[in-house]
């Protein structure tokens, strides 16, 4: 049974930082493709990042202020935020594919494991 753990969100200024993390079990899945969603209240969770192999994707509002990183010893897959703003307040979501494609996939049906979510959130 794979589990994914959460931790690392919370509540800051506009224009600070957070590091979100995904504690992957059995570390035998840390290479297994991972996506990052997030959600709002009343809205479709919304694809944020994603990293198959060495091919990783972004979407444009997450581009050149949101990277991906695994920590294999400590089998974690990261997602640092950089200059978050208020819109980037939502409930974050890591998860993990059971298999590796060429392209890196954004629908969330794609991915079969889920962490318990963390919540961020920007304050101006």
């Known amino acids: 049974q794979v589990q994914l753990i959460e931790s690392g969100g919370g509540s800051v200024q506009a224009g600070g930082a957070l590091i979100l993390s995904c504690e992957v079990s059995p570390a035998s899945f840390i290479r297994n493709p991972v996506a990052w969603f997030r959600q709002v209240p009343g809205k479709e969770r919304e694809f944020v990042a994603a990293?198959?192999?060495?091919?990783?994707d972004y979407s444009d509002s997450a581009k050149g202020r949101f990277t991906q990183s695994r920590d294999y010893n400590k089998n974690t897959v990261n997602l640092h935020l950089l200059r978050l703003i208020p819109e980037d307040t939502a409930v974050y979501y890591c998860?993990?594919?059971?298999?590796?494609?060429?392209?890196?996939?954004?629908?969330?049906?794609?991915?079969?494991?889920w962490g318990q979510g963390t919540q961020v959130t920007v304050s101006t």
């Open positions: 998860a993990m594919a059971t298999t590796s494609s060429k392209n890196v996939q954004k629908e969330s049906r794609a991915y079969t494991y």
């Open positions: 990293w198959s192999g060495d091919v990783s």
